[in-house]
Every structure is written in C-alpha cells, then in structure tokens.
C-alpha cells in the first residue's frame, strides 16, 4: 500500500481530516510530528506521498507559513529534497501552501527548489476568508488533477492572494504550472471579482505545480469536499436527486485529488 | 552578565491589503488621508553579533513581497505622520515570541545556543493635511491604551530622531516576595473594606489607602473566616485569603444560584436547574442519553454508542468591555480548556459565539469616571474587536465555529455580553475505562502545563490605573496565546490520553492554580504546593500572585510517579511547556510552600464548603403594560425595514470570517442556500466516517424579559429546540444549556425576574423532556460611570437568559437546509399565529419610527409545550421520511421575515395569501410580524403533499398551505384586505444584507 506522510505540529491542524482522505483513496496515511522527523529524518524513506495540511502554523506570525519553512529547512531541507528526487508527490493545502511557498518547493524552475518565488499575502479584504469558491483547471501536467476540469472547494485563509513577479508569472504560464485559477460560476475567469476570487490573487492563481506536476500547492482545501455531505449545495442536489428517484451518493469531487495521488503509483 | 543589544527589524509588505484597508476605514471615519502605509516592527534584545542580525533579517521576510531592514527606519518617501503601535510591558505578545522561538531554532540547528528576545510592533505612517488632535484621535482609534503603547512623530521629528525610538517593554517589578499575616481583629468596617477592596498594602501620599484589589467577600463571609483562623489560634495570611476568596467568589461558588430564594430553599439551581434534569433523567429511563451533568468542566451526551459529546458555554463580559480583543479571545480559548478538562481530555470540535451588543453606529460617549475620565470604548469598537477576537482564536486553534448569532439592544452599550462556547469529543471508552471518570489520587504528582505564569489576570477586571503606569504590566487583561494551547491541546488529547500517562486534569482557568489545584485535591483529599516549582514569565511576583494568576493556555494534571517521566518525556517533544508543582495527598488540608516555608495550610472543608450561605428575596415588578395602538403602515417598505434591522439582517461578514469548515465535518454551514442567509441551527460531523451528526442551535430572548421574564425564559427553550427540530434532530435527543446573564442582582426586582425565568427553565426543560447538562451564571452585568454632560448613569443589561441546544442527529442525509429549492414547491405554515407582538422587532421597530422610542406592548409569546410537542415529533417524522426540501423555524419577525428569508436563500420568488395562516384573526401586519413560538415554514415538493399532510393531521397539529415557490423573482403577498403587495427579489436581498456588509 502507498504510504502518506502528513505532517503535524506547531499549529498545524487538518491533518486528521487529510490523512482521512489519504486514507478512503486508498493509502496508508500516517500523523507524524515535525519534531519526530527531525529526530528521525530518515524515517521519510517510508512514504511516496508527503502532505502539508491546512493550518496556522505559528500562528501565521511573521507571514504565514514562513516560521515552519524555517524549521523545516534548518532541520530536514537535505531529507526533503531527496525525497522530492525519489519522484514522489508532495501536496501543500492552504498553510501547506503558505510553507511550500516559503520553502521554495513550488515553482521550483529547472528542479531548483529551495529559493523563493511566489508570495501568498494578506487577503485584499485584510480579513480571513471561508467560503466556497469555483475552481478551473488548467494543468495537464499536475498528477493530483487529473481528469479535473472545475471544482468546487472551501477556501480559508486571511493571506491568500497569490502574487509573483513579472518574469516568474510568464514562466509559470509557459511551463503550465498553473493549475487551478478562481472563476465565476459559469466557468470564466473570476478577474478578481470578489467572492469568486476570494482574496484579489493575481491572474485569479489559486494552485500551481512544480516543473514535473509532482509538488502541488493550492489555497483551497479538497480533503473538505470527499464527502456528499460536505458540500455547500448538497441540500439541493439531495433534492434533485430524491425527484429523480436517485441514490445519494456518498463521496463528492474532493477524492478525486487525493485518489490520483495513490492511483499514480499503482502504474 | 553577557551584553545584550537592542536593534530594530522594520519589515514594508509591497501592496500591503492591511494598508489599504487602514486608508478606506479612515477616509470613511471622515479624515483627510492620501496615504497609509503599514511596517512590521521586530525589536530584538539579544547576544547576537551584526552578521548573525542579518540572518534574522532574512528569517523575518519574504524577499519576492516584502523588504526588511536592520536597524534603520524604512519609511515612505512622502508622509507626514508615523505612528507606532506595540504592547505595554507584560502584555502576552504573541508573534513576539513566536520571533524569538524562529530566531533560537533557527541558531540552535547551527550548533549555537542564542539568547533572543523580540517584541513586536507596528508603524502606520500616515500622509494626509491632519492636525495634532486628529493624529491623536486616529491613532486611539488603531489601540487600545490598556494594553498597547502609542509612539507618534511628525515627519520633521522623525528624520532629527532617525526613526521611531527603540523600545524593550519589559516588565520590571521592584519588589522582593513577602508573606503577609492579616489581621481580623478589625472593626466589621476594616472586615468590610478588606472584603470589599482587598488587603491594605500602603498609605499613599495624599492619605489615601492602596489596597490589594477587591476579594469580593461580603461582611458575613470576612466573619466567618475570622471565626475560623481564630479557632485555629493564628492570623490568616496573604496567600490563604486571596484563595478563599477565589474559591468562595460568585463565579467558582455561583452564589446567587446557591442561596435560598424566598420558597426555593436550596437555591435555584438545585431546585429548578439540576432538578429538572434528575427528573427527565428518570422519565427517560433507558433512553437517557446524560453521562456527566453538572459535575466536570463540560457536560455530556452520548454520541453513538462509542462517543461522548461535551458541552459548555462560557461568558466573558467584564474583559470584552475593556479589551474587546483579548476579551474574546481568552473566551473563547478558554472555553476550549472546558472540553480539554473534561473527563479524560476531550478533544473540542466545535466553537459557537452569542454576541449582545449596542447599535454599532451609536455615539454615545460614556465614561468611567467623573469629568470625562476613563472613557469606554465605543461600541463599533467592541463590537468589531470582540469578533475579531474570537475570530483569532477560533481559527487559529483549528476548531470550526459554525453557529453563534448577534443581537442588539442599546442597554448592551455598558458592558456587552459575549457568550462562547466548545463542543468536545471523546471516545466513551478509553482503553476500556470510562472517559468521563478521573481521580487525582494520593502520591500522583501534581503537574502545571502550558503557558508561564504572570501578573495577567490578576483580579479580573478591577486594575486600578496606576497598575497600568510604565514599567508596570497590565494585570487584569490578558491576550490568548491560541498556539500554545493548540500544542497542549495536541499533545494531551492525541497522544498522552491513549497513554494512560495522567489520573485527572482540569482547566486553570478562574482563580488560576488556586481552584484548579484545589479542585482536584477534592478527589485525592489534599495537597502539597512548592510555589517557587511555578514556571514565571518575570521575577518578583508574590507568592499569593502566582497562586491566584489567571495567565492563560493552562492546565494542571495528577500524574502518577511511574509515569512522569514519560509524561515529560512526551510534553517536552511535543514544544509544550511542563512542570512538577507538587503532590496531591490524602491528609484533608491544601498545603501550599514557598523555598520550604509553609505559608498556606486550610482544610479542603473548610476551603470548599465553608462560605456562609445567603439567603435572598425577590420582589415583583410593577406590571402595567399596555398594546400600542397605530394605523396599519405600507407592508411592501415595512417588510424590508424590518430586514434591515439589527437583529434580523444578514451577519454574514461575521459567518464568513469564521473557518466553519476545518476538521472537515460542515454538514449545514451558517450561510445557506446560494443567497446565504443565516441559518438558525447547524449541523456538524465529529467522526468523519459515522452516519452521525450533531445539531446545535441557540435562542435568546432579551427583550420578552421586559414583559415577562418566565415567558422570555420559556420562548428560549421552545426556540432552542425548535431551531433543531426544524433541521432534522428528534425532540427526544435534545439537551439544554443555560447561560444566565443578569443585571443588579442585589436588588430584589431584578431577583423577582431570576426566579420567575428559572421556574420557567424547570417548567419547560420537564415538559419537553429537555435536561439542562451544563450551565453558567454571570450575575452583575451593569455599567456605572458618567456620560458626556457628568451626569452620572447607571446601565444594566436586559436580563439575558440564553439557552443553547445539540442533538445528534442519526443520519446526516436527512438534515434539512432553510432555502426554497424548486419553483412549484409548496409553502406551509406549521402551527398557530396569534396576536403575540409584545416586545417584538415589529412593535420595536413601529414604536422608533412613529414615536421615536420603541413599543414594547403587552401580549408576549407563550408557549405551549403538548401543542409544540406534538408538532415537533410530526415534523420530524415528515424530515426523516424525507418529505420536506427546506424548513425554516419562524423567529423575530415572524413569518414575513422567514418567507422572505426562504426566498433570498434559494433565489427562487413565492406568491402568498395571508388569509391562510392559521390562527388569531388579525390585521396582516399583525399576522405577518406576530413572533407566536412553536412555528415553522415549510417548503415541500407537491407529489408529497398528501403524505406530508396525513403525518401532520394524524398529530392534530395546526397547518395550512400558504402558497407556494414561483420562479419569477419576486415575493408577491396577497393582504387581508386583498391588496396584493410585490417585492422583488432582489430588493429584499439588499435590504436583507445591506445593514452590516461594510464591516
């Protein structure tokens, strides 16, 4: 079975709920404390997949996600680039994101992680956001959205507004390492449009990948929409259904994403 | 000694969203500004040498949005103004220390041990034509002066000056620890004045006496403890009355609650409160899902056959009118401890919030002393720092907040009232022992975890303002470090329960260690303190301070010898701060030492079940209530004035800033419907992978206590329960918490109405078969101080009894959600309408605008419990026979309110006949605003009418189809008098949201 690392600690806090969705997609998924990985950076060796899960590491001080980057790159940085070499796949949610950012995993240009690139700031509302936005993607290359075309996720963040310089933005569209942008309900661009871009992002850039599609991070949370019951609209797609004289499904377009990530190493 | 230096980081965030939402917040508060520009302040006390700076430099920033500089000011080429906001010394400063935790990991993983202290602080420069008055005016408006310090320079003055000026806020106390012994032999007056004022420390220089701060000990209590040390032969010290008095105080001991009350002999929570639940408890018999009622820091339901759900709600008034921020925030993080000490450690899983707040756009000035003195703040002010307060805690600490409500009354304009609350998991079993049992046991090692100890919180909210002079910290308000707590919650909860690794555990919460500890020592009978063992943030605090401290993110736990070891071992991991205190004993007493010397010794009898119990009568009110007599108005403008107002509006900017989603277990979410209207109750799913969820609601319904506070108490209930009925739970799941919060509880009139709200509370909680589980009193909510001419005025709160409920729920598929679902549906009204618009917003809201003070009327709601009854378990039947598509339970406003809001939720219109409502015959404004309880609409799809119809009429409740869901956008009501009255969609829609969107 594919083994999960997801990683906890220091105000870390989906982790239950994401190592839930490594698990129903068919993984192992294991809780591990960022203290007993850097006392046993070797104890990575064990996992294919390593999962950033949402939080508020540090409280979000200094920016978020710029503390535990720091710890993780003054304690385990050598453990984690071999392990992103051994072509595994690491996943960033929403504070995960924030870190990866920090720590440069993403965009990693050229395979060159460590060095920062991205920013994700202050929401243009200067105020923490949680609401259901309509994601579109576009990425051929990312292996955790496969056979995704849009989706609708919770987002909940004060600082998620993604921003790059001018060079970086040109070269993440031209390797198609962005992945999922916000759009209006009928599918097109959000252009900033609040709430449908719920924190003023640039070019509406909700995830992006790495040069190999194998690193992903992204503002929105999937592991909170695998089930029917998670869904902002299931009261009404439950009556849809009743009318139609149709079962309610259980699970809902969040597993997709967690299910290609252990469907990658079945091949 | 090793040389520590002081030097400045300044961090500038390039398009920084805090700025420009700084600038539009002042434009809109009327000042003349171009320009606002926001830097992140780190000042670092440290041993590190220029080079190593630099590499702190870049620790603090991110090089692609920000730009950072040492020891160098980065200010704005063009401004005229910088302000500088930071803590006064002592105040908790959480990204402060987070910075020195980066800055010691960060060198300790090179091989070098730093010594690194940082405080944070903020600069706003500000470019605008702004004169010195108004400079002052904004920068009060960005701080609160109890806890932050204000540094302001004009341009000219920060060029000469090289920047803002570098400062450390540190606390230094002068004095050296000290016991004292007290004297009773006093007068009844010095008994009275020591009582009431505390401790005489000195004379002042103008004659006057500097006291330790209030005990709250009236003269009947200062006797009996007198009677008692001098039975003992020896004068009491310091250290023993300060901990009598928090252990007697009227939040650990709930005094009024306790004492007999006319014909209640035992006190109203015996006799109304914990009866009723013993008496349901038995009415139930198998099927009573209690496991633990008033007896730990939660209460508990069972959840499935393998769960437990805990339950409290906590108030946090005093603090939130001085410091809305931390006020909250501590509220809300402490109230997690409520779950974390529960039994074996529960795991919290949800937060809600209940705000009571004066109109935000009210101007009033009110001041504390005479002659403009001690100005409170204004009630934008709380209103916005007490949501943001729970708004940091919540999120922070990864608990969904996915139900709470606000309401709005200008008697909230003293002291608000912030009610916070925590759901806890816990499995029922753990390793095969019941959770919910724990017993600190003789020998078990008595073991302090989480945060430091300081002067914060020290008797509440009675710090004089020489406590807040430089130098000296703020000792009465305190800022929650949610981190910590989360560290702590993480280490106990996940991993050191499943170990076995501790006997009990409780909160430090009210009276700090001096309760918890003495608490717990009930169970093993005895303990033995060491003070000096109590990990400090600063030297110098007297003993009897850091054994009454309330700092924050504690929890004391009974470890056994075998395993201590361990348990540090783990806690020590897991970056959570542990200490051995002492030892819990069997001997009877609480002993507390300081460096050997015994400075404590009271007999846990005495300490708990001493205090003299009081005896209280109540008075009636007079009662000439009238109705209010007025032409029928516009309906089509009334309705959407009526949407507008406060407490009926959309509190979405609210909802929406608080994570209800995280942990993954949102089944119906605050907003709902694509409108996102505000739900009355939600629902949740603790274990991910059960059928199972739980419903939460909350009624409160201050303005019924004016008419009839049994009523108001009853209205709660009904609504409470109503709220999850209309959801999906079964009545009989249902289970009550009770918060009251009163006003001038010494007088007997304000008694009168206590007493008649809490028979109703036993009358309704049996009839209904309800049990109360958990509960809290607060009960002086009133605001004496001056308004702006120096009159002196007194405002109390209305009495607010709110009453929480949850129920779980089977099968989270069969909850229902408010909004209209399909053009076609059909519309019902369930129960009966009558002419019930006593202290309603509709009579409120007539009064204001033709007579500039609000009606309040005579006809309250009352409720009738066999009719709800009945309704209830139909209803029900009908939800989980999946039958309905949307309910809404008809709250302030009636059923004009609930239609419209069905309507603005699902973005669908609906034509209906007043006419067919059922009950009183009436004028339709009177039909339409009437708050009669135990109502409902109902939207049901039309194959499913008969069915639907036949469960209703096999219960003999009252209903009718009013009409039903259109696909035009419009809500379109045919009057009694046949006019028709159109409104379209989305004018409701903006009436509905407009109040408070720009907040």
């Known amino acids: 079975m594919v083994k999960a690392l997801v990683l906890t600690g220091y105000g870390i806090n989906c982790e239950e709920e994401t190592a839930f969705a490594f698990k129903k997609a068919g993984a192992e998924a294991e809780i591990v404390h960022i203290n007993d990985l850097i006392e046993n950076p070797s104890k990575l060796k064990e996992f294919r997949i390593f999962a950033f899960p949402g939080g508020f590491s540090y409280g979000d001080d200094t920016g978020s996600g710029n503390a535990l980057a720091s710890k993780i790159k003054s304690n385990i940085w ?126 509406d850039i909700a995830g992006i990948c790495d040069e190999t599609g194998r690193i992903f991070g992204l503002m929105s949370h999937p592991e909170r929409n695998i089930l029917f019951t998670q869904q902002d609209n299931w009261t009404m797609q439950k009556e849809i259904l009743l009318r139609q004289g149709k079962e309610l499904p259980k699970e809902s377009a969040g597993m997709q994403i967690f299910r290609n990530a252990v469907e990658f190493f079945k091949k | 000694m090793v040389f520590l230096g002081l030097e400045r980081i300044e961090v500038e965030t390039l398009g920084d969203a805090r700025s420009i939402v700084k600038k539009k917040k002042l434009v809109s508060m009327g000042f003349n500004i171009e320009s606002v520009k926001l830097n992140d302040v780190y000042t670092i006390e440290s041993d590190l040498d220029g080079a190593e700076l630099l590499d702190c430099v870049k620790l603090l920033h991110n090089p692609v949005s920000q730009k950072a500089v040492l020891a160098k000011p980065i200010a704005p080429k063009s401004f005229d103004w910088c302000i500088e906001i930071g803590f006064l010394p002592g105040v908790t400063d959480n990204v402060g220390n987070t910075v020195s935790e980066i800055i010691r990991d960060f060198f300790n993983a090179r091989g070098k041990t730093v010594s690194a202290r940082v405080f944070y602080s903020q600069e706003i420069f500000l470019k605008g034509k702004l004169d010195e008055a108004q400079i002052k005016k904004i920068s009060e408006s960005m701080a609160n002066p109890l806890i932050q310090r204000i540094q302001v320079k004009n341009k000219k003055i920060f060029l000469q000056e090289k920047g803002m000026d570098v400062i450390a806020p540190k606390v230094r106390l002068g004095q050296l620890p000290a016991i004292k012994e007290i004297d009773l032999s006093a007068s009844d007056e010095e008994l009275a004045k020591i009582g009431k004022f505390g401790i005489l420390e000195k ?25 008692f040390f001098e039975k003992l032969g020896r004068k009491p010290t310091d250290i023993e009355l300060e901990s009598i008095a928090q252990t007697w105080s009227e939040h650990c001991k709930h005094t009024i609650f306790a004492a007999e009350l006319d014909e209640i002999k035992n006190g109203i929570f015996e006799e109304c409160i914990k009866k009723a639940t013993e008496i349901i408890r038995q009415k139930k018999g198998k099927k009573d899902f209690c496991v633990s009622v008033f007896a730990d820091n939660s209460g508990a339901i069972r959840f499935g056959e393998e769960w437990l759900v805990t339950d409290k709600v906590e108030t946090h008034n005093s603090p939130s009118a001085l410091d809305p921020f931390g006020g909250a925030i501590t509220g809300i993080v402490g109230v997690n401890r409520d779950a974390i000490g529960f039994g074996k450690a529960a795991k919290p899983v949800v937060n809600r919030y209940g705000f009571c707040f004066a109109d935000p756009k009210s101007i009033k000035s009110l001041y504390k002393g005479k002659n403009k003195t001690g100005k ?73 975890v989480g945060n430091r100890v300081g002067l914060d919180g020290i008797h509440g909210a009675t710090f004089s303002s020489e406590a807040l002079s430089s130098g000296s910290p703020a000792t009465a308000v305190q800022i929650g470090d949610p981190i910590t707590q989360k560290k702590l919650s993480d280490a106990i909860v996940k991993e050191a329960r499943g170990l076995e690794l501790f006997e009990s555990i409780t909160d430090n919460g009210a009276g700090g260690l001096s309760c918890s500890v003495a608490e717990m020592a009930r169970e093993s ?34 470890v056994p010898k075998e395993k201590i070891e361990k348990f540090l071992g783990l806690m020590e991991k897991r970056g959570v701060e542990a200490s051995i205190i002492g030892e819990f004993t069997g001997v009877g007493n609480c002993v507390v030492k300081s460096n050997g010397t015994t400075i404590m010794d009271i007999g846990l009898e005495f300490l708990h079940n001493g ?101 108001m108490a009853a209205c709660a209930i009904d609504s409470a329960i109503k709220n999850l009925v209309a959801i999906g739970a079964k009545p009989e799941n249902i289970a009550l918490l009770d918060n009251f919060c009163w006003c001038s509880s010494n007088e007997p009139e304000r008694l009168w109405q206590l007493k008649k709200a809490a028979q109703a509370c036993f009358d309704f909680a049996v009839a209904f078969e309800t049990p109360f589980i958990s509960g809290k009193d607060s009960m002086f909510n009133d605001f004496k101080g001056f308004d702006e001419n120096n009159n002196p005025i007194k405002i109390s709160v209305p009495p607010t009894l709110l009453i929480s409920s949850l129920a779980q729920i089977e099968n989270a598929e069969n909850c229902v959600s408010l909004d209209a679902k399909f053009a076609g549906d059909l519309v019902f009204v369930l129960g009966e309408t009558k002419n019930e618009l006593g202290a309603s917003e509709y009579y409120a809201h007539a009064g204001k605008k033709l007579a500039g003070k609000r009606f309040v009327g005579k006809n309250v709601p009352k409720v009738d419990s066999e009719t ?41 219109g609906a034509e209906i006949d007043v006419a067919k409502i059922l009950g009183e015959k009436m004028r339709s404004d009177f039909v339409l605003f009437s708050e009669s309880q135990s109502r409902f609409i109902v939207t049901i799809n039309p194959a499913n009418k008969a069915e639907f119809e036949k469960i209703l009429k096999k219960q003999g409740c009252v209903f ?20 028709q009255v159109l409104l379209p969609l989305e004018e409701l829609k903006e009436a509905y949201k407009k109040t408070l969107r720009d907040y």
């Open chain 1, 78 to 203: 050598n453990a984690m680039l071999e392990f992103i070499e051994n072509e595994n796949l690491v996943i960033g949610i929403c504070n995960g994101f924030q870190v990866m950012a920090n720590l440069g995993l993403v965009p990693g240009f050229k395979k060159n992680y460590g060095e920062r690139k991205i920013a994700l700031m202050h929401n243009d509302t200067a105020r923490y956001e949680c609401r259901w936005v309509q994601l579109k993607n576009f990425s051929k290359k990312c292996v955790f959205t496969k056979g995704i075309d849009t989706i609708r996720l919770p987002v909940a963040h004060g600082e998620g507004k993604f921003f790059a310089k001018k060079p970086v933005l040109e070269k993440l569209n031209r390797h198609e390492q962005i992945v999922f942008r916000y759009v209006l309900e009928e599918c097109a661009l959000a252009n900033k449009k609040f709430p449908y871009n719920p924190n003023g992002a640039l070019e």
């Open chain 2, 868 to 908: 709800a009854k009945k309704l209830y378990s139909a209803l029900n039947m009908a939800i989980e026979s999946r039958l309905v598509a949307g309910c809404l339970p008809i709250e302030l406003g009636g059923i004009g309110i609930a239609i419209a809001k069905t309507c603005i939720a699902g973005e669908l």
């Open chain 2, 611 to 711: 205090l003299p119990k009081k005896k209280l009568s109540a008075k009636t009110m007079p009662q000439n209530f009238s109705e209010p007599v007025f032409e029928e108005p516009n309906l089509a403008s009334t309705l959407k004035e009526m949407l507008s107002r406060l407490n009926i509006c959309s509190k979405e900017f609210v909802s929406a800033q608080y994570d209800y989603e995280v942990q993954g277990g949102s089944v119906l979410k605050p907003l709902q419907g694509k409108g996102m209207v505000n739900a009355e109750a939600s629902a949740v799913k603790p274990v991910l992978d059960s059928e199972f969820c739980l419903g939460i609601s909350q009624a409160v319904f201050p303005s019924y206590g004016d008419i009839d506070a049994y009523w």
């Open chain 2, 203 to 227: 004379i002042g220089e103008n004659g006057s006496e500097i006291r330790s701060g209030p005990l709250a000990l009236d003269l009947d209590s200062m006797k009996t403890i007198k009677f």
């Open chain 2, 525 to 558: 009978n005895g303990c033995i303190v060491e003070l000096e063992k109590v990990p400090l943030k600063y030297s110098g605090m007297q003993p009897w301070q850091i054994w009454v401290s309330e700092s924050q993110e504690r929890m004391t736990l009974a």
């Open chain 2, 376 to 448: 409170m703040l204004s009630p934008e002010k709380i209103m916005l720092g007490v949501i943001e307060g729970v708004n940091a805690g919540g999120n922070c600490s990864g608990i969904p907040t996915p139900q709470g409500f606000m309401y709005f009354d200008e008697r909230y304009e003293g002291k608000p009232l912030v009610f916070v609350g925590t759901i806890g998991l816990i499995p029922a079993k753990i390793n095969e022992k019941n959770s919910h049992e724990k017993e600190a046991k003789p020998g078990n090692a008595i073991v302090m």
């Open chain 2, 960 to 979: 009718s189809e009013i009409g039903k869901i259109i696909f035009e956008k419009n809500l379109v009501i045919n009057a009694i008098d046949s006019k």
